[in-house]
């Protein structure tokens, strides 16, 4: 299903150009649709009847995707096929946070989002770091810091930004975590201790990996 009739009534023409000059990178025409609105849609429509024509339907299926009652495990398939339309940080981002964690899931959810951090492809690669990062109480977080530090990509913008930000929130729960940072790149690294000086959460402190090793 082509998705210009579904759209019709909610398309804001003002926000495709503040839309768009936040996420340059990005490869599909969009049909000015808000965030709201596709998560609203995504709870009547079917993931497998939406055909990727805008900006907006690759976000609208990975929400549709994970709305879909059904194990994680059968949605791995639809979401693989998605993975190729993925060309801005929102999409990533959004798509990354729409996957809950549940018993069920929890290990297949670990499995395919990891094997992502091993990506070639940008996009990809950061939904497996943002995804992880956003779900870390659930998984071990030594292992995590170790193997999101070891998917960054010297000089990748959008890696690196996901790195740094994973990073930033490892530290913001625990502090001791900066002992595990040694192998993150300078430019990563500088981005972190940014992030986690521009955090709410944080209350001052030597930020020198040194220090701690």
């Not at 907006?56 to 693989?80: G, H, N, Q, T």
């Not at 990891?114 to 943002?130: C, S, T």
């Not at 959008?158 to 930033?168: D, N, T």
Request: charged content about 30%.
């Amino acid at each position: 299903m082509v998705t210009d009739s579904l759209y019709a009534k909610y398309s804001d023409k003002n926000y495709i150009a503040f839309s768009k000059s936040l996420s340059p990178t990005d490869t599909l025409p969009r049909a000015g649709i808000r965030i709201p609105v596709l998560r609203m849609l995504a709870k009547e429509i079917r993931a497998d009847d939406i055909e990727i024509k805008y900006h907006e339907d690759v976000i609208l299926k990975a929400l549709a995707l994970s709305e879909k009652k059904c194990p994680f495990r059968d949605k791995i398939d639809s979401l693989s096929a998605l993975l190729p339309y993925l060309s801005s940080w929102d999409q990533t981002d959004i798509a990354a946070t729409a996957f809950k964690v549940n018993k069920r899931d929890k290990d297949d959810l670990y499995a395919y989002f990891h094997n992502l951090l091993k990506d070639e492809r940008v996009f990809p690669r950061r939904l497996g770091i943002v995804f992880l990062m956003g779900k870390r109480k659930y998984f071990d977080r030594n292992t995590l810091i170790k193997d999101i530090i070891a998917s960054d990509i010297e000089d990748e913008y959008y890696i690196s930004m996901a790195v740094s930000w994973a990073l930033s929130f490892f530290y913001l729960d625990d502090e001791s975590s900066l002992r595990l940072f040694a192998g993150v790149n300078e430019k990563t690294l500088q981005r972190t201790k940014q992030k986690i000086r521009d955090s709410k959460r944080y209350k001052g402190g030597n930020l020198e990996i040194n220090s701690y090793c």
